[in-house]
């Protein structure tokens, strides 16, 4: 698929969020993307704030997309995966680029899912937010954000999530538009991301 498809078709970035048991999750999904996926995705995994983080290496041995730790000021491109870094919020600016920060926790994190998935609401429009397992409530009120500027809303179901406090948070308030177990979430991301409402 080309740039222009995507354009037409109107999702711009995957924004996905995990805390805990969300290695296996991100391993899951990512890994059932092909190469071929035309978008980039943007990552946020809850760490400990003060270990590097070995999340890009271990997601790059697993899946086929290309993984990197995302870096202040570059430029997002299709077809790869950003992981945000240990202790630094990351957002989305104007023409793809990333931004970290260490502002003050949300919800207690940082980085947050709300701040992810808001500056890429707020800067690219329609986008896809995945919410997978993870404990609290971080990525609600970014997941309506999302909603609001008309993207899609992907959380991970109860009976697959390790711990469902983040996905569960965001389908009570109401901010879902499909709920899937953890192996169906990339196939339907495949048919969003094509144009095909599943």
């Not at 730790?69 to 570059?74: M, N, S, T, V």
């Not at 896809?128 to 008309?150: M, P, W």
């Not at 009976?159 to 538009?177: K, L, Q």
């Amino acid at each position: 698929m080309t740039q222009d498809t995507c354009a037409v078709v109107g999702f711009k970035m995957v924004v996905m969020a995990a805390s805990a048991g969300g290695l296996t999750a991100l391993v899951r999904v990512l890994g059932a993307l092909g190469r071929e996926f035309p978008l980039p995705i943007a990552v946020v995994q809850h760490v400990y704030p003060h270990h590097h983080s070995f999340m890009p290496e271990i997601l790059g041995r697993s899946i086929s997309l290309p993984v990197r730790e995302a870096k202040a000021f570059e430029v997002m491109r299709n077809g790869t995966v950003y992981v945000a870094p240990p202790d630094r919020h990351f957002e989305v600016t104007r023409g793809d680029v990333v931004s970290l920060t260490q502002t003050e926790p949300v919800r207690f994190v940082r980085p947050s899912a709300d701040r992810l998935f808001q500056s890429a609401a707020e800067t690219l429009g329609a986008v896809i937010a995945v919410i997978l397992t993870g404990a609290g409530h971080d990525g609600t009120a970014g997941a309506a954000a999302v909603r609001s500027a008309g993207g899609i809303v992907i959380a991970q179901d109860e009976a697959t999530s390790a711990f469902f406090g983040m996905p569960g948070a965001a389908i009570v308030a109401g901010e879902v538009d499909y709920v899937l177990p953890v192996d169906g979430i990339a196939t339907t991301l495949t048919e969003l991301v094509k144009g095909h409402r599943v």
